[in-house]
């Protein structure tokens, strides 16, 4: 059970970015489906979840300028980021909290993709 991000990279301050993530491996469910991101020097902050009903939140910091959307079928979520800021600078991660059966027994697992960098220069 793994995620695999896509997208990243440098823009300019104003600029737009897609961040897409896919699950795969034995997922009976995904119940959702994130972005974190983690700056130099401070804390891995939530920046936006999208539920398996499709309800969505976000960071304060973000909203009105990045939007998530999602797949279930295909178990994908993307993030569009808008209207880039400097302090948008950070990695990304994709975060996920998945049903797997193994051995008739249900579990919730939270998983983790691996970071991609977002800078953006002003």
């Known amino acids: 059970v793994q995620l695999q991000a896509f997208g990243g990279g440098l823009v300019q301050a104003g600029g737009s970015l897609r961040l897409s993530c896919v699950a795969s491996?034995?997922?009976?469910?995904?119940?959702?489906m994130g972005w974190y991101r983690q700056a130099p020097g401070k804390q891995r902050e939530l920046v936006a979840r999208?539920?398996?009903?499709?309800?969505?939140n976000y960071v304060d910091s973000v909203q009105g300028r990045f939007a998530i959307s999602g797949d279930s079928a295909k178990r994908t979520v993307d993030l569009q980021m808008n209207s880039l800021k400097p302090e948008d600078t950070a990695v990304y991660y994709c975060?996920?909290?998945?049903?797997?059966?193994?051995?008739?027994?249900?579990?919730?697992?939270?998983?983790w993709g691996r970071g991609t960098q977002v800078t953006v220069s002003s």
């Open positions: 999208i539920s398996r009903v499709g309800r969505t």
């Open positions: 491996g034995n997922i009976s469910s995904i119940n959702d």
């Open positions: 975060n996920a909290h998945v049903d797997v059966l193994n051995a008739g027994i249900l579990r919730e697992l939270e998983i």
